[in-house]
């Protein structure tokens, strides 16, 4: 809606006396033309299932890092609407997410597709192998420390808020550092939003357990899973928790999802085993599939990377 003000009432009648002499007659407007304002007006009415976008909510270092695509909306203007689950899991659900701007004078409209990702606080989740994924790491606030220790409502809270900066931290490391994982935008609290990967038809892309690739695209998912897992390995890390249901295939690339259990592979007390799994996971796999992958020469693969 667009609505016009005539402000030419606004000048007294005696403007001519009070004006600079100094100032050249044709480089000032008319004062006796109309000056004409104009207002759009914004529905600021939300549905249900929308918010107003949270981008300018959350401090600078839990925004996405450069260089940062195109598609990622950060128009305050912009409007979050919720348009259903994507996943439920032990520890987490998976939510998809419109971000999206009208147009507004010469910019245009825009918007993306995010998975947003909520982790539950400890006693709404059933994450079983929490405690032996977090040894090595630290809380820094021993307030923190201690309620999650005495399990308090804080210390569940903590905890969950944990598990999404952890996934948030991993996912910026391995993002920059070329790993095939979703572009990490945004985290505040308990939600991790996310790029949306889907399968080029509008839905999500399909998880690696779920296709039957012909030999040539299985050899392709193979080299990329296997320089996936170097990159970690290079940065000293394990997923943990790679299995081809935390791998999608969208067209002919893989992407690595579901990292909040990244392990430290030296640090850990247990980061060599859980490197182990990781590669007798995806050799059975691709064994299976027809394409004879050795764990051991995989594990030690890997382990040059690390050391």
Same mark, same amino acid.
């Not at 032996?132 to 308090?152: F, H, I, L, P, Q």
């Not at 392709?220 to 000293?236: I, K, N, P």
């Given at each position: 809606?667009?609505?016009?003000?005539?402000?030419?009432?606004?000048?007294?009648?005696? +403007?001519?006396?009070? @004006?600079? =002499?100094?100032? /050249?007659? *044709?480089?000032?407007?008319?004062?006796?033309?109309?000056?004409?304002?104009?207002?759009?007006?914004?529905?600021?009415?939300?549905?249900?299932?929308?918010? $107003?976008?949270?981008?300018?909510?959350? *401090?600078? %270092?839990?925004?996405?890092?450069?260089?940062?695509? /195109?598609?990622?909306?950060?128009?305050?203007?912009? !409007?979050?609407?919720?348009?259903?689950?994507?996943?439920?899991?032990?520890?987490?659900?998976?939510?998809?997410?419109?971000?999206?701007?009208?147009? !507004? %004078?010469?910019?245009?409209?825009?918007?993306?597709?995010?998975?947003?990702?909520?982790? @539950?606080?400890?006693?709404?989740?059933?994450? &079983?192998?929490?405690?032996? +994924?977090?040894?090595?790491?630290?809380?820094?606030?021993?307030?923190?420390?201690?309620?999650?220790?005495?399990?308090?409502? &804080?210390? @569940?809270?903590?905890?969950?808020?944990?598990?999404? +900066?952890?996934?948030?931290?991993?996912?910026? @490391?391995? $993002?920059?550092?070329?790993?095939?994982?979703? +572009?990490?935008?945004?985290?505040?609290?308990?939600?991790?939003?996310?790029?949306?990967?889907?399968?080029?038809?509008?839905?999500?892309?399909?998880?690696?357990?779920?296709?039957?690739?012909p030999k040539d695209l299985l050899g392709s998912y193979f080299e990329q899973v296997r320089d996936g897992m170097r =990159?970690?390995?290079?940065? %000293?890390?394990?997923? %943990?928790?790679?299995?081809?249901?935390?791998?999608?295939?969208?067209?002919?690339?893989?992407?690595?999802?579901?990292?909040?259990?990244?392990?430290?592979?030296?640090?850990?007390?247990?980061?060599?085993?859980?490197?182990?799994?990781?590669?007798?996971?995806?050799?059975?796999?691709?064994?299976?599939?027809?394409?004879?992958?050795? *764990?051991?020469?995989?594990?030690? /693969?890997?382990?040059?990377?690390?050391?």
């Amino acid at each position: 809606m667009s609505t016009e003000y005539d402000l030419t009432s606004l000048f007294s009648d005696d +403007y001519d006396s009070r @004006r600079p =002499e100094s100032v /050249d007659d *044709e480089s000032r407007p008319d004062p006796d033309g109309p000056f004409v304002f104009a207002f759009h007006a914004v529905d600021e009415h939300l549905g249900p299932d929308q918010r $107003w976008s949270t981008w300018l909510d959350v *401090e600078r %270092g839990s925004r996405g890092p450069d260089p940062r695509p /195109d598609w990622v909306v950060t128009e305050q203007a912009a !409007i979050d609407t919720e348009l259903g689950v994507l996943k439920t899991g032990k520890e987490a659900d998976v939510f998809l997410l419109e971000r999206a701007v009208e147009a !507004i %004078g010469d910019n245009p409209a825009k918007s993306s597709l995010l998975a947003a990702k909520r982790y @539950r606080t400890e006693e709404h989740r059933s994450f &079983h192998r929490s405690t032996a +994924y977090v040894e090595g790491r630290r809380t820094r606030n021993s307030r923190d420390s201690r309620a999650m220790a005495k399990k308090t409502a &804080h210390g @569940r809270s903590v905890a969950a808020g944990q598990w999404a +900066y952890a996934e948030w931290d991993a996912l910026n @490391r391995l $993002w920059k550092a070329g790993v095939p994982v979703p +572009y990490p935008v945004q985290v505040d609290g308990t939600e991790l939003l996310m790029e949306f990967i889907d399968d080029g038809e509008g839905g999500a892309a399909p998880r690696l357990a779920q296709v039957r690739p012909p030999k040539d695209l299985l050899g392709s998912y193979f080299e990329q899973v296997r320089d996936g897992m170097r =990159e970690l390995a290079r940065a %000293g890390l394990a997923h %943990g928790d790679l299995s081809p249901y935390n791998v999608l295939a969208q067209g002919d690339r893989i992407v690595m999802i579901d990292l909040p259990q990244v392990v430290d592979v030296v640090g850990n007390p247990k980061g060599m085993d859980f490197l182990l799994r990781d590669c007798r996971n995806m050799a059975a796999w691709f064994t299976n599939r027809g394409l004879e992958i050795d *764990e051991q020469e995989l594990f030690a /693969d890997l382990l040059t990377m690390v050391f």
